[in-house]
């Protein structure tokens, strides 16, 4: 009877999923008792109350176990309803595929339609095959820099067919085709050129804030004329920002102009906004323009005093065609006045 009572103990113990201080009581009260008397029916019941532990142990891990793997999804899950895209405008692109992080390539030419192969040439398969490392079987995504996006397959990556020789070749087969609208408003930054590298980080902000275009702008203390080929080097970091930060519509690199010609509506309806301190701070525009708002930044030494005369009398006559405008408090890099200015622009009016 006294082992009855204590096995029923031991089993209300496992149920209850207590195997902590009365599970150790217990098993020092049998071993006691089996040092006194001997008893081989004690014996066997300790037996029982170690694997009854053991199996107790096992579950108590899975439980844990379970319940990790749990929160961790209920953790993943909540990442990924963050994650998850709003619905876009009428119009938008929807062949992206969704939840999935790709390889996104330049395509140089007329994208093909559904169910159609492209072949991807030149620097662009050399990174995806030797960088990226694709292969036959994952997804990319195609841009063209004016909208034109299609979602793709690789079907080979390697060399070229002959006629190319040791030129690298990614063979695409087309998924889905779409378009995407320009972001509007469409700002033009109109900007003089920073020295150095840090021409690139403006370039790489003003694509990553949503700038449709940067002409660089030759004023009176300008100190930087870029050329040619400091143009054609800057079109490729355009190119690799857009890419990364998925734009469908690539920056365009204009060549440069001079301040009189930044002042010139060119377009019905383009609204010329001139960044310069002290002025009241920038506001959108109350009556109708077309959507295109070009923005004007000056050199690091400022803008001469000609050039905020010929600026003032613009904007007297323009009768809100042209304002000049402050993007906050502090004197800013060109880089980041141009990105400053533009993301305020396009927030204030307002994306869509």
């Known amino acids: 009877m006294a082992n009855s009572s204590r096995t029923e103990s031991i089993c209300s113990c496992v149920s209850s999923g207590c195997a902590g201080d009365i599970g150790n009581g217990l098993l020092s009260n049998v071993s006691q008792r089996r040092v006194e008397t001997g008893d081989r029916g004690v014996n066997l019941l300790e037996e029982f109350v170690h694997l009854l532990f053991q199996r107790v142990s096992i579950l108590n891990l899975f439980g844990r176990v379970r319940h990790k793997v749990a929160r961790r999804s209920v953790i993943i899950d909540e990442r990924a309803s963050r994650l998850k895209p709003p619905p876009g405008p009428a119009g938008a692109f929807p062949a992206r595929f969704p939840g999935q992080s790709m390889h996104r390539i330049h395509a140089d030419q007329p994208l093909a339609s559904p169910g159609q192969t492209m072949l991807i040439t030149g620097d662009e398969a050399e990174h995806a095959i030797r960088s990226k490392r694709l292969e036959a079987g994952e997804n990319v995504e195609l841009l063209d820099g004016r ?39 469409v700002v033009e930054v109109w900007a003089a050129t920073p020295k150095g590298s840090r021409v690139d980080d403006m370039i790489d902000q003003l694509t990553q804030v949503g700038a449709a275009s940067w002409t660089p702008l030759h004023c009176d203390r300008s100190v930087v004329n870029p050329g040619q080929t400091k143009l054609h080097r800057l079109d490729r970091i355009a190119w690799e920002a857009a890419k990364q930060a998925g734009r469908a519509w690539v920056l365009q690199v204009n060549p440069e102009r001079p301040f009189a010609d930044a002042l010139a509506q060119e377009s019905a309806g383009t609204r010329v906004v001139v960044a310069h301190a002290g002025e009241p701070s920038y506001a959108p525009a109350t009556g109708e323009h077309s959507g295109r708002i070009r923005l004007v930044i000056g050199p690091e030494g400022g803008f001469s005093d000609a050039e905020l005369a ?38 204030t009016e307002g994306v869509r």
């Open 147 to 185: 909208g034109g996006v299609a979602a793709a397959v690789v079907v080979h990556a390697g060399r070229a067919p002959a006629g190319r020789r040791g030129e690298s070749a990614l063979e695409v087969r087309i998924e889905r085709v779409g378009h995407v609208e320009q972001t509007r408003p």
């Open 310 to 347: 010929r600026a003032e009398a613009a904007a007297e006559r323009s009768d809100g065609g042209l304002v000049l405008a402050s993007f906050g408090p502090h004197t800013m890099r060109i880089e980041t006045a141009a990105a400053v200015a533009a993301a305020v622009i396009l927030s």
